[in-house]
Each structure stands twice: as C-alpha cells, then as structure tokens.
Nanobody, 123 residues
Framework: QVQLVESGGGLVQAGDSLRVSCEASGNTFSTYAMAWVRQAPGREREFVAGISWSGDGTYYTDSMKGRFTISRDNAKNTVYLQMNKLKPEDTAVYSC????????????????WGQGTQVTVSS
C-alpha cells in the first residue's frame, strides 16, 4: 500500500509560479509511475502530467505542455509539479496518483491517490 500526501498549494496571482509536491510512504515508490491530476469545482478530474518510475518518461496533457513540468526524486519518495505562468483557469485541487501500469492519462489504471492540495490563481 502506498500513501500519498500533497503539499505546496496556495493562493497566487496570475503569471506566478508554484511548485507542489507529493510525498509517498513506504519503500516501493520507485516501482510506481506517478501522475498529477486536477479537479476544479463542478468539473471532472483532469489529467495534468505523468512520469515513469525512473523519471525518463513524461507525458502531458497538451494544454499543460510548456507551462507545467513533472519530476521526481526517488531518494526522497517525492514527485513534483512545477507550474509556471499560472492562469485563473488553473485553479483546482491538485492530486497525485500512483500506478504500476502507466504514466499516461487513463485514470482507471491509477491505484493510489492523495487527498490533494488547493491551488487558487487570482486574476
């Protein structure tokens, strides 16, 4: 079992940058692909980015490419999402998820989920 805890969310202004983190429990983190998913009020969950267990492979939703960067540090059991040039429409709860099968956008293949961290972007 993997427990995931996100941190680093907050209130920022449009155009700012923010990095959110997700720390995993246990000693199996490096065997899981990881992803960031977000959910805005009244909207469905939206895949943001995924990263392979080694960090060599990444995958982004097209609208996030160039602004968001996913990375991981297996020694720290942590995955990160660096968000630049934030927009009000990026406001959402950002959650991380772990999968043994994929780092792409099929959310049904993710086994473990964190509770999320709120990111609010003011205009």
């Amino acid at each position: 079992q993997v427990q995931l805890v996100e941190s680093g969310g907050g209130l920022v202004q449009a155009g700012d940058s923010l990095r959110v983190s997700c720390e995993a429990s246990g000693n199996t983190f490096s065997t899981y692909a990881m992803a960031w998913v977000r959910q805005a009020p009244g909207r469905e969950r939206e895949f943001v980015a995924g990263i392979s267990w080694s960090g060599d492979g990444t995958y982004y939703t097209d609208s996030m490419k160039g602004r968001f960067t996913i990375s991981r540090d297996n020694a720290k059991n942590t995955v990160y999402l660096q968000m630049n040039k934030l927009k009000p429409e990026d406001t959402a709860v950002y959650s991380c998820a772990a999968s043994r099968y994929t780092y792409h956008n099929d959310l049904s293949l993710y086994d473990y989920w964190g509770q999320g961290t709120q990111v609010t972007v003011s205009s």
